[in-house]
Each structure stands twice: as structure tokens, then as C-alpha cells.
């Protein structure tokens, strides 16, 4: 895969000014996928103003200043996609990658006490040796879990620990945010979810206070049950 990517082309998620210069830089092969993820480089010099080039920004990274859901990152290109959590220990600050109504990209400002736990959505799980049940998690993530758990539900994670704290299921009622499509960015609860008997992918409709959206269920991700269990509000940094 090539280091360079032409701004004008690049995913409709990087919150980046593309008629500014002509290249950027291309995240490496991670978690998220490519259109969702946005590499460090550009999140430090250009959406956190840590650095002025992409020299400083490559110092800031190799002196350990950056931490990803608890780890040094030191890779420029790191990939960073939903609900990760960027910290710089020392200025004290810490964000969690969300998206807008525009499905850009975001970083909210949170508490450090928030930073020490992860959103995650279980995407598939699977029976390792001595039957013990493996989740595979939305970030590439796997953690030995109950079998009660089921896929598209949400969990709690503490990093960079990897252990479950809470779980939230994919259920009519509960409160969940969509991630993409027309509808990205927007929060309510779950009314309803249609199963389709055929290649078609399931369909949820989320109710808010005055409108109901319907989306697919790829889209949804459980953020809380009786409220929501997250801070997405903050300050969201974009280009």
C-alpha cells in the first residue's frame, strides 16, 4: 500500500481541508477500515495543532507522547477510527474519536477518568479451544467473554487491560448512535428491528423526540440502556 494518498480522493471521514495541498499521507492496514480510519499524523498536526509539520508530529509520536486506547503509538500512519481514545499525558488532555451528521470524523474532549474505558460493539463471535467463547470485537479486538453475549451487542472495556466492565444489548429500548449513512451522528432509541429473510442487511428504526430514522444494523451501535452511558457532547475538533 502506498505511504502517500491524494487529498482530493481521500475517505469522505477525514475532517482535512483537500484543496490545500495535494498529498497526504495513507493510514497502514489496522482495525478499522481504511474509509473509516484516519492515521496519527494527521490527527496531531492537523486536528489537535500538536505539532506545525510533519517533522514535529513525527517527534511527538517516536518520544511516546501519544497513547491509543491506552498504548504508545509511535507509527505515524496508525490508523484511529470510532469510539478509540486518543490521550496526550502530558498536557492532560484526552478524546474519543466519534462522528458527525457529516460521518466525519470528531474528537471530543472527555475527563481522564473517562479515558480509561472503552465503547466497543462485538461484531462476531467464535468457539476457541477448550470451548471457551472468543469475542471479536468492532476495533480488532479479542476478549474471552459469555456466551450470553450476542453480536451486535455493546461492552464496556477497560484499557488497556482488555476486561469487560459492562455490557449493553442490542434491544428495543436501549439507546444507540449510528455510524454511518445519512443518518451518522445521530442518537436515539431503538423501536424496532426488522429482521430480513434474505441477503438484505437487518433494519433498525431509532425514535428520538420528534422523528424516527431507519437505518441498517450495521450502522448501529448500542451506547447505553436506560441512558446514555457515554459523553457524546464535548468539543468536537474538525478541519
Not at 460493539?121 to 476457541?128: A, E, F, G, L
Not at 422523528?211 to 457524546?232: A, M, P, S
Request: aromatic letters at 6%; hydrophobic letters at 35%; proline letters at 4%.
Amino acid at each position: 500500500m502506498s505511504k502517500h494518498q491524494k487529498r482530493i480522493s481521500a475517505p469522505r471521514s477525514w475532517p482535512i481541508q483537500r484543496k490545500e495541498h495535494y498529498w497526504t499521507v495513507n493510514p497502514i492496514p489496522g482495525a478499522h477500515p481504511a474509509r473509516h480510519s484516519i492515521p496519527l499524523l494527521l490527527i496531531i498536526r492537523d486536528l489537535l495543532d500538536l505539532a506545525d509539520n510533519t517533522k514535529e508530529a513525527k517527534r511527538v509520536l517516536h518520544e511516546g507522547n501519544i497513547l491509543v486506547n491506552g498504548k504508545e503509538r509511535k507509527d505515524y500512519r496508525f490508523p484511529v477510527g470510532i469510539f478509540d481514545i486518543i490521550s496526550i499525558p502530558k498536557i492532560e488532555k484526552h478524546y474519543r474519536v466519534l462522528t458527525d451528521k457529516k460521518g466525519k470524523l470528531t474528537f471530543t474532549e472527555i475527563k481522564e477518568e473517562d479515558s480509561k474505558t472503552k465503547l466497543c460493539r462485538i461484531n462476531n463471535k467464535t468457539i476457541i479451544k477448550s470451548g471457551k467463547v472468543q469475542l471479536n470485537l468492532h476495533d480488532g479486538r479479542n476478549i474471552i467473554g459469555s456466551n450470553e453475549l450476542k453480536t451486535k451487542d455493546s461492552v464496556i472495556v477497560s484499557i488497556p487491560e482488555n476486561k469487560i466492565i459492562e455490557k449493553y444489548a442490542f434491544s428495543e429500548g436501549n439507546h444507540a448512535m449510528v455510524i454511518g449513512g445519512k443518518h451518522s451522528g445521530e442518537v436515539g432509541k431503538i423501536e424496532s428491528i426488522k429482521e430480513i429473510r434474505s441477503s438484505s442487511p437487518n433494519m433498525v428504526i431509532i425514535s428520538q423526540d420528534d422523528q424516527k430514522i431507519e437505518t441498517i444494523e450495521d450502522y448501529v451501535f448500542v451506547v447505553g440502556e436506560d441512558k446514555l452511558e457515554i459523553d457524546l457532547e464535548g468539543t468536537g475538533i474538525s478541519a
